[in-house]
């Protein structure tokens, strides 16, 4: 399967802040990772996709000045959430590409911005 | 553009009881359909994949079926227990590409 791993789990930060989270496939070389977030009792929507070595796409109605998505390495791929606001309190998970095999996702980062 | 909706959107049950979640898309050219399960705070487990060229797929108390020409997939949970308690979700593979996800169905099973 495709193991991933998210951190940090859980962040509080003041508005007007910035987080970064950080997602890394552990098991295999990750050119792609979908971005997803979820607000309470909604589905989980996507973001945005990073690519390795290029530029993000984003989602109609996503901010990518706001959501800055960085895809340094076929391991790593990070989400930059800028000057947060509390709208912006949501729960984010990257998701790596379908496939045949079974995808195991990390815990997601749950963002709260007071 | 892919939808996947669930049915029922919430369900409570006394332990012991066998329950179907259903899961419905709209494109039924899906690479494969997978269902998770989500617990409060938490990110997701995978529980089962079915292949599009498969019909089911079973893991211990979970049968999951797959019908792509109605567009429809079923989770069904043999002899539900407390800790089965979480939210389950259907998201359909679109040829390896993004998942897209359904709402979820919460489910309580009460001891």
């Known amino acids: 399967g495709a193991v991933v791993s998210q951190h940090p789990s859980r962040v509080i930060c003041k508005s007007g802040t910035s987080v970064k989270i950080e997602c890394r496939s552990l098991?295999?070389?990750?050119?792609?990772m979908f971005w997803y977030r979820q607000f309470p009792k909604q589905s989980l929507m996507l973001m945005a996709t990073?690519?390795?070595?290029?530029?993000?796409?984003?989602e109609q109605g996503v901010e990518k000045d706001k959501f800055l998505i960085n895809h340094a390495s076929l391991t790593l791929s990070t989400l930059t959430v800028t000057s947060a606001h509390p709208e912006d309190s949501s729960f984010y998970i990257c998701?790596?590409?379908?496939?045949?095999?079974?995808?195991?996702f990390g815990q997601g980062t749950r963002l709260t911005v007071v | 553009k892919q939808e996947v909706t669930q049915i029922p959107a919430a369900l409570s049950v006394p332990e012991g009881e066998n329950l179907v979640l259903n899961c419905s898309f709209t494109?039924?050219?899906?690479?494969?359909l997978q269902w998770f399960r989500q617990d409060p705070g938490k990110g997701l487990t995978s529980l089962l994949l079915i292949q599009s060229s498969q019909r089911e797929q079973t893991s211990g108390r979970l049968n999951a079926s797959l019908d792509k020409s109605s567009g429809r997939s079923t989770l069904y949970i043999a002899a539900s227990q407390p800790g089965d308690s979480a939210t389950y979700l259907c998201a359909a593979d679109n040829y390896g590409q993004n998942f897209v996800f359904g709402p979820g169905t919460r489910l309580s099973v009460l001891p």
């Open positions: 098991d295999f070389q990750a050119t792609t």
């Open positions: 494109d039924s050219a899906i690479y494969n």
């Open positions: 990073s690519n390795e070595g290029s530029k993000a796409t984003y």
């Open positions: 998701v790596p590409p379908g496939g045949n095999t079974e995808a195991f």
